[in-house]
């Protein structure tokens, strides 16, 4: 099944779930790499360079995640879920978004504070705005940083729920995004 049903999130949304999933992972691993890199390590340049373009690149496939969800809509909740867990799931799910979202427009306004354009892969590149707020760098960096972690741990709580529906529950939540 391509695209979703009323029960079933079809191979479309499953796959850019997981690719999404996956990319904020690493996103992370490297970030988290990258800070203790010093002025003579061999990746000092190359590794950030590697990072804002796959955060680009992340937030372009999240445009085409929204997009794809407005077109193909979701399943809807399990019969077996309680009110309280519906408003939380949807409540976790808008903030996982903004989140994503808000820690890419940090990665920009990081990389371009200086007045350079962003460039993806030497594909392309994307113009700076230039210095918005004073600091720029450091104030977005700092951000940056946070809602990182909080994103993490936001997924770490998503996948926790997923599991605990799996195991404790025992109904199809986790099975409808396998």
Same mark, same amino acid.
């Given at each position: !099944?391509?695209? &979703?049903?009323?029960?079933?999130?079809? #191979?479309?949304? *499953?796959?850019?779930?997981?690719?999404?999933?996956?990319?904020?992972?690493?996103?992370?691993?490297?970030?988290?790499? !990258?800070?203790?890199?010093?002025?003579?390590?061999? /990746?000092?340049?190359?590794?950030?360079?590697?990072?804002?373009?796959?955060?680009?690149?992340?937030?372009?496939? !999240?445009?085409? @995640?929204?997009? /794809?969800?407005? @077109?193909?809509?979701?399943?809807?909740?399990?019969?077996?879920?309680? @009110?309280?867990?519906?408003?939380?799931? *949807?409540?976790?799910?808008?903030?996982?978004?903004?989140?994503?979202?808000?820690? =890419?427009?940090?990665?920009?306004? #990081?990389?371009?504070?200086?007045?350079?354009?962003? +460039?993806?892969?030497? /594909?392309?590149?994307?113009?700076?705005?230039?210095?918005?707020?004073? &600091?720029?760098?450091?104030?977005?960096? +700092?951000?940056?940083?946070?809602?990182?972690?909080?994103?993490?741990?936001?997924?770490?709580?998503?996948?926790?729920?997923? =599991? *605990?529906?799996?195991?404790?529950? *025992?109904?199809?939540?986790?099975?409808? !995004?396998?």
């Amino acid at each position: !099944m391509l695209t &979703n049903s009323d029960s079933q999130f079809g #191979i479309i949304s *499953k796959s850019i779930h997981w690719l999404v999933a996956i990319t904020v992972f690493g996103l992370f691993g490297v970030g988290l790499w !990258m800070v203790d890199l010093t002025y003579y390590d061999s /990746w000092y340049r190359t590794a950030p360079s590697y990072h804002k373009s796959v955060g680009v690149l992340l937030g372009v496939l !999240m445009i085409a @995640r929204v997009l /794809w969800m407005l @077109r193909a809509g979701k399943p809807k909740p399990l019969v077996s879920h309680q @009110r309280w867990e519906v408003i939380s799931a *949807k409540a976790t799910h808008v903030l996982l978004y903004v989140l994503v979202f808000s820690i =890419i427009t940090s990665g920009y306004l #990081i990389s371009t504070a200086d007045g350079r354009g962003l +460039e993806v892969f030497n /594909w392309f590149q994307i113009p700076s705005l230039g210095e918005v707020i004073e &600091n720029q760098e450091d104030v977005a960096g +700092e951000v940056h940083e946070l809602l990182a972690f909080g994103l993490i741990g936001l997924v770490v709580l998503h996948a926790a729920a997923a =599991i *605990k529906h799996h195991f404790i529950d *025992k109904d199809l939540t986790l099975k409808r !995004m396998l």
